[in-house]
């Protein structure tokens, strides 16, 4: 067999007693390959890591290709040897990368956001980017909406626009983290047979996290993470089948017959029916507390997957709304229309980024979302904040660095039972302060106004 696209061996990302425990995983050049599991399972830690993003606490990763993305003409990458501006390039060219969450830039047209990565690339001319532009818009359906900005764009649409943008370079692998989410289930395995036709027209090989199994089964393979463990769910199936007892033989049966006649042997036949049936009560009781754990199992990981499966977040605006004052919006969607969900919003809380720290800063709910909510369709969640500091760490010059983690208590009922399942989701965005340095803006050199948030995937 050819050497792998991509090798990984023993990976391990902690925080505190969360993250990935232990992944090993090939994926051969033109494979398509999923990665399973429910939210908080580790799965876009994982991907992190394998896109250069998110360094490992252990284990080693290795690419089958060369800067430039030619593969088998050397030794592979080790890729958390290469220097950071190496990783860089990898990501602007062979090794693509798609987020779950909407990182078009909002004042930015579509077509503006596609050729955005390839003007870094000093390699490329800018006639060759606007053909292939142009050309991978037409590829996923936007070629009329070439010069619409994200805010007019369905969800679908900017699904469709990331995903054009990240093939731009026609990369050697396409890292996809849940590239469906916050689609009904239809879009869902639409955008994933959009995905799946590009891949196959660019030779690119695909690696997929996803929490939904009908996506999974439609790659080659898939693969289970499970609370941090990443395993092959046909593997542990078998590791897990019970033996199947042999057969007694004829004469066997025949000896025990025999042996019955004597007096003794009888005694302790009926010493041992005797302790037969208490074992036969006991096993009763035990297997009916095993239905009872069993029933109860399966009510719990049906509103696990109504929790993380049915509901749908996003970041949906940030606003001023005063003097150094803040307003986000947060759509909670249900998914799964058929089943009900009530919501309640626990709690807010805003972290920005000062040197290598996440500082906790206050932030609360509005008073009219601290209730329970029946989530029909979509619902819209806000919060507010202000007091943000003076002194920040700048990844983008002028702006803030920003996480938002959202905690929500999620069930079926009103008065749920068993307890409510908590979810918590977090969202990372770049936040023009209230003061900013119009210097140091300016030297992003946005086309228009500044926007006053620049959305990103988790990091």
Not at 207 to 234: K, M, N
Request: aromatic share 6%.
């Amino acid at each position: 067999m050819a050497e792998p696209l991509l090798r990984a061996e023993g990976l391990q990302r902690w925080f505190g007693s969360a993250g990935v425990r232990e992944a090993s995983l090939q994926l051969q050049a033109g494979e398509r390959v999923a990665i399973l599991g429910r939210s908080g399972s580790g799965k876009s830690t994982l991907l992190a890591m394998l896109a250069g993003l998110s360094r490992p606490d252990a284990g080693r990763i290795e690419l089958g290709i060369d800067l430039g993305g030619h593969q088998g003409h050397a030794a592979p990458l080790d890729l958390w040897r290469l220097p950071a501006a190496a990783r860089c390039r990898l990501r602007r060219g062979p090794l693509g990368f798609v987020s779950q969450f909407t990182s078009l830039l909002p004042t930015l047209s579509t077509l503006e956001n596609l050729l955005l990565p390839g003007q870094l690339d000093d390699q490329r001319r800018s006639s060759e980017l606007l053909t292939d532009a142009q050309s991978w818009l037409e590829a996923v359906g936007l070629g009329q909406r070439r010069d619409t900005r994200p805010g007019q764009l369905s969800g679908g649409e900017i699904r469709r626009a990331i995903l054009a943008r990240a093939l731009m370079n026609r990369p050697s692998l396409l890292l996809a983290d849940e590239p469906t989410s916050n689609l009904d289930g239809r879009s869902e395995l639409e955008m994933m047979g959009l995905l799946e036709s590009l891949c196959a027209r660019s030779g690119t090989a695909l690696l997929i996290v996803t929490h939904s199994e009908a996506v999974a089964r439609r790659c080659d393979r898939w693969l289970e993470l499970e609370a941090g463990i990443l395993g092959d769910p046909s593997a542990q199936a078998m590791a897990g089948s019970p033996p199947v007892p042999a057969a007694v033989p004829a004469s066997r049966s025949e000896a025990l017959q025999t042996g019955l006649v004597h007096p003794e042997r009888r005694r302790l036949l009926a010493g041992a029916l005797a302790g037969g049936l208490s074992v036969l009560a006991a096993t009763a009781l035990w297997q009916a507390r095993q239905r009872q754990q069993l029933s109860a199992r399966h009510q719990r990981d049906r509103l696990q997957r109504l929790a993380f499966s049915g509901l749908s977040a996003e970041l949906l605006a940030m606003e001023r709304t005063g003097a150094g004052a803040y307003q986000g919006t947060i759509s909670v969607e249900n998914l799964a229309v058929s089943e009900a969900l009530y919501l309640l919003p626990l709690d807010v809380q805003l972290y920005i980024q000062q040197g290598s720290r996440w500082n906790p800063f206050p932030a609360q709910w509005r008073e009219s979302e601290r209730r329970v909510m029946k989530v029909e369709g979509q619902k819209l969640l806000r919060f507010t904040f202000a007091d943000t500091p003076a002194e920040h760490a700048e990844l983008v010059p002028g702006y803030l660095h920003v996480r938002i983690d959202v905690t929500y208590a999620i069930a079926d009922r009103p008065d749920p039972e068993p307890m409510p399942v908590e979810r918590r989701d977090s969202f990372f965005v770049h936040l023009l302060p209230p003061e900013p340095d119009i210097e140091k803006v300016a030297r992003n050199g946005f086309p228009g106004a500044p926007p006053l948030y620049i959305p990103m995937p988790p990091h």
